[in-house]
């Protein structure tokens, strides 16, 4: 299993669009072939910045949905709302705690 986190700095007005987005299509996200957990963060010092952080089985299930409809459908809606460039890793979990 692999975790993706990846950063993105909207406009402030652009934020509900964002919200909006996000709340019709996680599911479909949650859903895809391989990914195991998303979840959405909001930076506590500036409410512009999110983050996104999905875990999937393997690589190659994160890249099936980075080819697919669905990801072209979120990626085209919501890079129009960013205000800096949005940034992403693939990380290995070492160690959880819980």
């Known amino acids: 299993m692999f975790i993706r986190i990846v950063k993105m700095s909207f406009h402030e007005e652009n934020i509900p669009k964002f919200l909006e987005n996000f709340d019709s299509i996680k599911e479909k996200i949650r859903g895809a072939e391989g990914n195991r957990l998303l979840e ?13 952080y999905s875990y999937w089985e393997t690589e190659a299930d994160l890249e099936n949905y980075r080819k697919s409809a669905l990801f072209d459908e979120v990626w085209t809606f919501t890079k129009k709302l960013f205000n800096d460039k949005p ?5 290995n979990k070492l160690v959880s705690l819980v």
């Open 87 to 91: 940034e992403a890793w693939s990380v």
């Open 40 to 52: 959405l963060y909001q930076d506590q010092n500036n409410p512009c910045i999110f983050f996104t």
